[in-house]
C-alpha cells in the first residue's frame, strides 16, 4: 500500500546546495502535491542538502563509491516503495543498468533549453554564443546523457549585461518555479 495515499513516493538525488530539492521539498508540503519526498540521496556525503533534507525529516543516504552508491541506492529504492525519481543538481551519470533495474520513471533538471547545451558549462556556452535567450528544461531521464523528452521548459532573456553568474541566478529561480508543476504535469498524464 503506498505510504501517502494519492501522493506518489519520491527520492530526490542531490550533489551539492540543494536549492531544487527545498523547493521540491516545499511543493510536497502542499495539501494538493502529488509527491511525498521519502528519501533524498546523494554521491556526495558532505552535500549541502542532506543536512537540510535531514533537518526536514527525510531520510538520506550518502556514498562516494560509484558501484556500492548505485546497488545501494537500488536497494533502498525498493525499501522504500518508491515510485518516482527526480534528479535536483545531481552531477553523476546515472548507468543503463541502474535505469533498467529501478524501472519507475526519473526526471531531471537541466539548465538550459535543450536540446541546446546537452552537458555543462550551460551558461557560459548560451553567452559565449551570444544567445538572446537561456532557460531550463525538465526531462525523463533515458540512457543517453539529458536527451529524454522535454515535459517543460522556460526561458529567460539574456541580457548584454549578463555574465555566468548573473545567468547562472536568473535560471535557478525559474527552475525552483518549473519543477514542481512539471512534476505535476507528468504525474497527470501517466
Ligand atoms: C542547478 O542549476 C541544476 O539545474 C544543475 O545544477 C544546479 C544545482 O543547484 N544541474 P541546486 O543544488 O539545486 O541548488
Do not use: W
Amino acid at each position: 500500500m503506498e505510504k501517502y495515499p494519492g501522493k506518489k513516493n519520491t527520492a530526490v538525488f542531490i550533489s551539492g546546495r540543494g536549492s531544487n530539492l527545498k523547493s521540491l521539498i516545499k511543493y510536497s508540503k502542499k495539501k494538493n502535491s502529488l509527491v511525498k519526498i521519502i528519501l533524498v540521496i546523494s554521491n556526495n556525503p558532505s552535500a549541502e542538502g542532506l543536512k537540510y533534507a535531514s533537518r526536514s525529516k527525510i531520510k538520506i543516504y550518502g556514498n562516494k563509491k560509484k558501484s556500492n552508491f548505485e546497488n545501494k541506492s537500488l536497494k533502498l529504492l525498493k525499501k522504500y516503495n518508491i515510485d518516482l525519481i527526480c534528479l535536483a543538481g545531481f552531477m553523476k551519470i546515472l548507468s543503463g543498468n541502474f535505469i533498467k533495474k529501478f524501472s519507475k520513471p526519473i526526471l531531471n533538471i537541466h539548465p538550459s533549453l535543450l536540446p541546446k547545451y546537452k552537458g555543462l558549462n550551460t551558461h557560459e556556452r548560451a553567452i559565449k554564443n551570444k544567445d538572446r535567450f537561456a532557460g531550463a528544461s525538465i526531462h525523463k531521464v533515458t540512457e543517453k546523457l539529458d536527451s529524454g523528452k522535454v515535459i517543460l521548459q522556460k526561458k529567460v532573456k539574456i541580457l548584454k549585461s549578463d555574465n555566468v553568474r548573473s545567468l547562472e541566478k536568473k535560471v535557478l529561480k525559474i527552475e525552483h518555479e518549473i519543477y514542481p508543476k512539471a512534476i505535476e504535469m507528468f504525474l497527470a498524464n501517466l
